[in-house]
């Protein structure tokens, strides 16, 4: 059974940061694509950031470039997004997921979705 966990939400203020971490089990990682979304209240949800299975290619929403940095650990099975200088507009629940092959911002060719985590961010 193929299980996503997402941890690392919590309140800030604008301007700080946050590190999010999404631990996989159930599945062969390296061989994943792994992506971050969001979806903020009454908003779809949206792509923020992608990195292919070997972590050499990544790809970012325009709204995270210069802000947010994607990673991932493959011995640890983890994904992380760091995110700094956050901004009111980040505030949103982030989720992660899971797709073999290569990378894509489209949600719906992900496999395999975390439960989210909470970011909220203050002005």
């Known amino acids: 059974q193929v299980q996503l966990v997402e941890t690392g939400g919590g309140s800030v203020q604008a301007g700080g940061s946050l590190r999010l971490s999404c631990a996989a089990s159930?599945?062969?990682?390296?061989?994943?694509?792994m992506g971050w979304f969001r979806q903020a209240p009454e908003k779809e949800r949206e792509f923020v950031a992608t990195?292919?299975?070997?972590?050499?290619?990544?790809n970012y929403a325009d709204s995270a470039k210069g802000r947010f940095t994607i990673s991932r650990d493959n011995a640890k099975n983890t994904v992380y997004l760091q995110m700094n200088s956050l901004k009111p507009e980040d505030t949103a629940v982030y989720y992660c997921?899971?797709?073999?092959?290569?990378?894509?911002?489209?949600?719906?060719?992900?496999?395999?979705w975390g439960q989210g985590t909470q970011v909220t961010v203050s002005s």
């Open positions: 990195i292919t299975w070997y972590g050499a290619s990544t």
């Open positions: 997921a899971a797709k073999i092959g290569a990378g894509t911002s489209l949600r719906e060719e992900y496999e395999y």
């Open positions: 159930g599945l062969t990682f390296s061989y994943y694509a």
